[in-house]
């Protein structure tokens, strides 16, 4: 019941989604190379391009890492708090921060 009202506790679900969606690229090309490297394939080094983007992913991942346990203490301290929060407007929001963005 608690969680329902602390718009906070919504804000740290949507930055876990978004770092759990972050973290399946670069795991699916370490995990594919990895088991390639296992069955014996020989591999060409990463392009620069792969690189980058695995880089910057990684940096926004640890980045955002930060935020979680600020996220944590403030909903422990009840920062935000609103006794009549309408938990649909949260659930709302962690389905949208976590669907996938539309270019």
Do not use: H
């Amino acid at each position: 019941d608690f969680y329902k009202n602390e718009p906070i506790f919504w804000v740290k679900m949507s930055s876990v989604a978004v770092l759990g969606a972050l973290s399946f690229f670069p795991a699916i090309v370490f995990f594919r190379r990895d088991m390639a490297r296992k069955e014996g394939v020989t591999l060409p080094p990463l392009s620069d391009a792969l690189v980058e983007r695995c880089t910057t992913i990684i940096n926004a991942e640890i980045s955002g890492l930060i935020f979680i346990p600020l996220f944590a203490s403030l909903m422990a301290r009840g920062v935000f708090y609103v006794n009549d929060f309408p938990w649909a407007i949260g659930v709302a929001l962690y389905v949208f921060e976590s669907s996938p963005a539309q270019t």
